[in-house]
């Protein structure tokens, strides 16, 4: 079954007299399991797309449905609703507490369930969700005292704490040095390849895009191409065949 499963979404921002239609009729299927990333040059749609898919903001039209369920229509409190049941968020930043711990920062989303969950498993899976991305040795630090990698996959953490069953990341790279990048991206592989989560992320770097299994460009608020990874290496491969005839 597809996650992600749009059609035609256009989204029109209307500030005062002027219009801007970011968005002018999107496809994007994504099946369970897969690891995308969206690239695309600034102001082409790309954060639009993801604050669509992430039922932050709502399609001017088209379909959404998400996990099977036509949320395009809902109101602002379903979608809260739904964000929260089925939705992990990464962002640029991190997004931590100052002086809370890790624990403490991962917990969060659970609180809203306090009841469901009794605070025993809360704790374990919190526990859990930090040792999945390499920090159960840093359960009880706060944000100052960990680096900018570890602070994301801190955050990484809390956005998998409510087992979501999508993972969505706009520039979650964009605030690390190169080699903390990788190893953030390797993390977002691992939870891919081992525990079969399904990302999305926005990134503009080509390097980072590499680490998804499907890259999906956006151009002036349409997408200029979908190709699996594979796909791209056989193309670049048929590319320089042509280069290699010629010569
Ligand atoms: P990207 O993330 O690819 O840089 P965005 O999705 O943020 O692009 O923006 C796409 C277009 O929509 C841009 O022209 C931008 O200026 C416009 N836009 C984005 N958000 C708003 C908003 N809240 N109000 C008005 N225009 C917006
Ligand atoms: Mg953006």
Known sequence: MNVIDASDLTRTYVTGEV???????????????????????????????MNL?????????GSYKLDGVEVSGMSADQLAEIRNQKIGFVFQGFNLLARTTAMENVE????????????KER??????ALQSVGLGHRLDHVPTQLSGG?????????????????LLADEPTGNLDSRTSVEVMRIFQELNEEQNITVLLVTHEPDIAQFAKRIITFKDGRIKSDLTVKERLVAKQVLLNMVDEDE
Do not use: N
Request: with cysteine; proline share 8%; glycine share 8%.
């Open 19 to 49: 219009s801007v239609t970011a968005l002018k009729g999107v496809d994007i299927a994504v099946p369970e399991g897969d690891f995308v990333a969206i690239m695309g040059p600034s102001g082409s749609g790309k954060s639009t797309t």
């Open 53 to 61: 898919l992430g039922c932050l903001d709502r399609p001017t039209s």
């Open 108 to 119: 969060l989303p659970l609180l809203y369930r306090e009841k469901e969950i009794p605070s």
């Open 123 to 128: 704790r374990q899976r919190c526990k859990d």
């Open 150 to 166: 570890e602070q994301q996959r801190v955050a990484i953490a809390r956005a998998l704490v409510t087992r979501p069953s999508l």
